[in-house]
């Protein structure tokens, strides 16, 4: 149980379009989705908590105007990179968690690259 | 001073070693702890989860916490070829910061037959 899936698994744009990455839990429905980025040999970094039905909480340096987060259902939360950029190349990787329930299951991740 | 600190490695072993790895924090709100293994383009898999000072252990593994140091510790036993990857500790505390999960840099593992 407690599988978290991520659609594209990669996908490669140009500069200046717009990236929509699904995150989806299977098998349990997620009050609270989390979306992080790591660069190459690095760390994850959070960007943003989302809660089902309410707006996401973006943390400090995070733009919210370009990386868009819709959390419409228990199930499914989107992370759109607007007009990305070749910066915005990484790797986004999304969590889920159900309740109070202390565990966050990770999703395989999105590789973006954008030329 | 990043709040979680974590010896990146590289960490190089044969098999059948014994593998220790590590992290500090400065954090003293941290109140629970786990351990990812994340294997390359993939995303990461918890492995061990604390909330207590002392010893857990589950199968190879052990992790350790020492709040009194703000230290926390990795073990492997009899380390495997299949247990080279990158392993992530985080952390995170409770109240207001439910759920937020603060990582270490990572250690990258290999275990060579």
């Known amino acids: 149980g407690a599988v978290v899936s991520q659609h594209p698994s990669w996908v490669i744009c140009k500069s200046g379009t717009s990236v929509k990455i699904e995150c989806r839990s299977l098998d349990f429905q997620a009050t609270t989705m989390f979306w992080y980025r790591q660069f190459p040999k690095q760390s994850l970094m959070l960007m943003a908590t989302s809660n089902e039905g309410s707006k996401a909480t973006y943390e400090q340096g995070v733009e919210k105007d370009k990386f868009l987060i819709n959390h419409a259902s228990l199930t499914l939360s989107t992370l759109t990179v607007t007009s990305a950029h070749p910066e915005d190349s990484s790797f986004y990787i999304c969590?889920?968690?159900?309740?109070?329930?202390?565990?966050?299951?990770f999703g395989p991740g999105t590789r973006l690259t954008v030329l | 001073q990043k709040e979680v600190e974590q010896d990146p490695g590289p960490l190089s072993v044969p098999e059948g070693a014994i593998v220790s790895l590590n992290c500090t924090y400065s954090?003293?709100?941290?109140?629970?702890f786990m351990w990812y293994r994340q294997y390359s383009r993939k995303g990461p898999e918890l492995l061990m989860y604390?909330?207590?000072?002392g010893n857990k252990e589950d199968g190879r593994f052990t992790a350790q916490v020492d709040k009194s140091s703000k230290y926390i510790s990795l073990f492997i036993r009899d380390s495997q070829p299949s247990d080279s990857a990158t392993y992530l500790c985080a952390m995170r505390g409770g109240g207001t910061s439910y759920g937020k999960l603060t990582f270490g840099q990572g250690t990258i593992l290999t275990v060579h037959p």
């Open positions: 969590s889920a968690r159900v309740g109070n329930y202390n565990e966050q299951f």
């Open positions: 604390t909330y207590s000072s």
């Open positions: 954090n003293s709100a941290f109140q629970y």
